[in-house]
């Protein structure tokens, strides 16, 4: 079994104790910028020195010794980070541009951007335009920024939908966080039509009051068309669509593969097991009992993975381009590839009985599920069937179709006998068992939304994601044995700040969590055990989950907490993420297993690129999360009035955001809806109080609202609350002050309805086509 997550070990320690200014500066100086979780864990603080802390960064702020990065970020005014979001903000006379940084503009001056190294990159950034970069110092002392990757448009563009009145020509942003309209006054404006969706930059005639003037860019469809809402979350979150000519022409220009240099392993008889809607197949596995005397028990399991390395070479356009995007993007109604459909859905693809190339790990492990030894092969397979989740699943169940019939005693069962085997392993391994719900939005020919219904949660889905894990893990184990630079899989532990808030919010729950107890996945797990079957499950369901980190790539490693592994990165998945294909061609070099593996320029910029695919991967998510809620909403859009039973996810000082049970909906109840009387936020309670009669609303708590608003342009759902609050809980301390909501006389907080929900929304993890993004 893989060795247990253990957290990285800081290289240098700071003294411990509450720093004093000059100390903190110093600190601050030579990280960059961290958050105050991340100071305090350095220093090691505790109780009242945490506090005094907030209170030294808030005064060494006021100064301007320090600036803000983000909403929790710190650092020393006027300096930069390593690497940074910016936005282009000016051109010199010799036609350089300066870029500064979108979260600290107000303390770091605009910085020179350096000519791209690579002729090959594409178009040059402009004005307006959001990229990340990597900040370096040149000899004479100034600070010069790099290209990382382009990230699309930045606030300087808009988004927006034509609205036409009074002879003016306005655009309204469909971004909930954009408040203000651009209006357009140029001759060709005159020709948009109401409900036009249009790609407009602020600048143009001066105005001294109204709307800022904007400059018309582009005509990029309509808002009543079908499948608007996928078009405006590609364009506002930068998605890049499409490939150019040479990426295209090496794509088609891609052979069946031969058995040259290959292992013919076309009798094992791998099976695909994937949604029902799947084009692309990345994975295929196979599994039988292992014959050695030794192993009694054991399992063989085999993974093959579409060799990707075999098509997409590095240097090569096709390649680029793939690392631009970082990801394939999966939206309800259309999929944005990270390769041509000429590969994705076909050459690279396992597809049922064709002959294809492969790179496949064979893994032994003992009845007791630990992973005994692995070894990788590339080879030619041919996938003996295509099932979905449900075929599989039925087949397991003794319940086969016609095409399961056959596969169940010499495929099917030994899948999941093999599985029982792998599941003792994590059982002891113990990963972080959080639920989480998903749904599935089922579109119409005719674009529209025609249904939105749970995803089943099946063995099935279990088998492969473990399997899937295993070959991960035995791809990292064998690169770093090999000394060979890879791209990780890491998740930290969660901050100190993080635990404490979750066992203050425990206490209030009377649900006992030690205060010193260092974050364990066992220890997370043991917890929703025991709340499963309790009124508290869903909001212990919810806190926990909040109190996790983020998983991201890196070129450096320091585990997967979630998993709780030591050793984890990206395999088994080179069709849709640029991370696998890496990983592919680290393996292809280590094991010498042809002369496409990595090259000395992927290693050279490895860092870089496991920073932009991160942040590929939070586009992709903020654009499926977008376009979703959008499709959300117009499907809701004619039952405005309706009541829903719901949850509520999310607790603010300026009202509760609340999902709805029949669809996973998330929409906003406005504090001022919420009754006569002022309510408190109390964050460690996660809680809206009442400051007169002590009335409480939950995270957590069930309730029923009424729809009173559906905007599906930007995705936005307005509420009122039916329900009455839960009674005062005598045992509960009084909430903080100076949180108070507004109250109903003072109606609802500017920007808190479907045209600008505010930025504190909570986010919900969305899964992708197999499992989650691990």
Same mark, same amino acid.
């Given at each position: ?48 020195? #945490? ?5 030294? /960064?808030?005064?060494? $702020?006021?100064? %301007? @010794?320090?600036? =803000?990065? &983000?909403? !929790? ?116 404006? #005159? ?5 036009? /969706?249009?790609?407009? $930059?602020?600048? %143009? @005639?001066?105005? =001294?009051? &109204?709307? !800022? ?547 504190g929304r909570p986010g919900h993890p969305k899964g992708v086509r197999k499992g989650k993004r691990r």
């Open positions: 079994m893989p060795k247990k997550f253990r957290p990285a070990k800081a290289t240098t320690r700071p003294p411990q104790g509450l720093p004093d200014r000059e100390t903190l500066i110093k600190f601050l100086a030579e990280a960059g910028e961290a958050e105050k979780a991340d100071i305090a864990k350095a220093f090691g603080l505790k109780g009242a020195e #945490r506090r005094a802390l907030r209170e030294m /960064l808030k005064s060494l $702020q006021a100064e %301007g @010794a320090l600036g =803000r990065r &983000g909403r !929790k970020g710190f650092a020393k005014a006027g300096t930069l980070p390593p690497v940074g979001v910016v936005d282009v903000v000016e051109r010199d006379i010799d036609g350089d541009l300066f870029v500064q940084l979108t979260k600290g503009e107000e303390d770091t001056a605009p910085v020179r951007l350096a000519p791209e190294r690579d002729r090959n990159a594409g178009p040059a950034p402009g004005m307006g335009d959001r990229l990340l970069v990597r900040f370096e110092k040149l000899e004479n002392g100034e600070m010069e920024a790099r290209v990382i990757k382009r990230l699309g448009q930045s606030s300087q563009r808009i988004l927006g939908v034509i609205r036409k009145s009074r002879g003016e020509v306005r655009v309204e942003p469909v971004d909930r966080k954009q408040k203000e309209t651009l209006l357009l006054t140029e001759p060709s404006a #005159r020709d948009l039509k109401d409900g036009d /969706l249009v790609l407009a $930059q602020v600048g %143009g @005639a001066e105005r =001294r009051y &109204g709307p !800022k003037s904007g400059k018309l860019l582009e005509v990029v469809g309509r808002e009543d068309q079908p499948r608007a809402a996928s078009l405006i979350a590609i364009h506002s979150h930068g998605i890049p669509t499409g490939f150019p000519p040479e990426a295209e022409r090496e794509a088609e220009a891609a052979k069946p593969p031969t058995l040259t240099g290959r292992d013919d392993l076309r009798d094992l008889p791998f099976v695909t097991i994937d949604p029902a809607d799947a084009r692309d197949h990345d994975d295929a596995v196979y599994a039988h009992p292992d014959p050695e005397r030794n192993n009694v028990g054991g399992w063989v399991v085999w993974v093959a993975i579409a060799d990707v390395a075999a098509y997409v070479h590095s240097g090569t356009s096709l390649d680029e381009t793939a690392r631009e995007k970082g990801n394939s993007v999966y939206f309800p109604d259309r999929v944005e590839p990270m390769l041509p459909e000429v590969l994705s859905n076909g050459m690279c693809s396992l597809r049922e009985g064709e002959n294809r190339a492969t790179l496949a790990v064979r893994m032994v492990f003992d009845k007791n599920g630990r992973k005994i030894s692995h070894r990788f092969v590339r080879g030619l397979m041919r996938s003996a069937a295509k099932l979905s989740y449900e075929q599989a699943q039925a087949g397991a169940d003794g319940n086969p179709d016609d095409k399961t019939g056959p596969l169940v005693d010499s495929i099917i069962a030994p899948l999941w006998k093999a599985y029982a085997c792998l599941k003792k392993g994590r059982d002891v391994r113990s990963p972080l068992a959080i639920e989480s719900a998903e749904r599935r939005i089922v579109i119409n020919p005719a674009g529209e939304v025609a249904s939105i219904t749970p995803r089943p949660s099946l063995e099935a889905h279990k088998l492969i994601e473990e399997m899937m894990i295993q070959a991960n893990v035995s791809a990292a184990e064998t690169l770093e044995a090999k000394r060979t630079p890879l791209i990780y899989r890491v998740h930290d532990t969660p901050s100190p700040e993080k635990v404490m808030a979750l066992t203050d919010f425990l206490n209030t729950l009377e649900i006992p969590w030690n205060k010193g107890e260092a974050p364990r996945t066992d220890r997370f797990n043991k917890l929703l055990a025991e709340t499963r079957d309790t009124p508290n499950a869903d909001i212990v369901n919810e806190v926990v989950l909040r109190t996790q980190m983020q998983a991201i790539y890196s070129a450096e490693n320091i585990g997967h907490f979630g998993l709780n592994l030591a050793k984890y990165a990206h395999f088994t998945s080179p069709i849709r993420r640029y991370a696998d294909l890496i990983v592919h061609r680290a393996l292809i070099r280590a094991l010498g297993l042809g002369d496409d593996g990595i090259t000395d320029k992927d290693i050279g910029r490895i860092k870089d690129t496991a920073e932009s695919i991160t942040h590929a991967e939070r586009r992709a998510m903020a654009a499926e999360r977008d376009a979703t809620d959008r499709y959300v909403a117009a499907f809701l859009a004619d039952r405005v009035g309706a009541e829903f039973p719901g949850r509520i996810t999310g607790v603010t000082r300026f009202g509760l955001f609340v999902r709805l049970l029949e669809t996973g909906a998330d929409g906003l109840v406005p504090v001022s809806k919420l009754g006569d009387e002022y309510f408190v936020h109390d964050d460690r309670m996660h809680a809206l109080v009442g400051e007169k009669t002590g009335a409480r609303w939950n995270l957590g708590m069930s309730v029923q609202v009424k729809l009173v608003e559906a905007t599906p342009i930007t995705g936005g759902l307005l509420f009122e609350m039916l329900s009455e609050p839960a009674p005062r809980d005598p045992k509960a301390p009084a909430p903080r002050l100076g949180m108070r909501g507004r109250g109903l006389d003072r109606g609802p907080r500017r920007g808190a309805g479907p045209q600008g929900t505010p930025t």
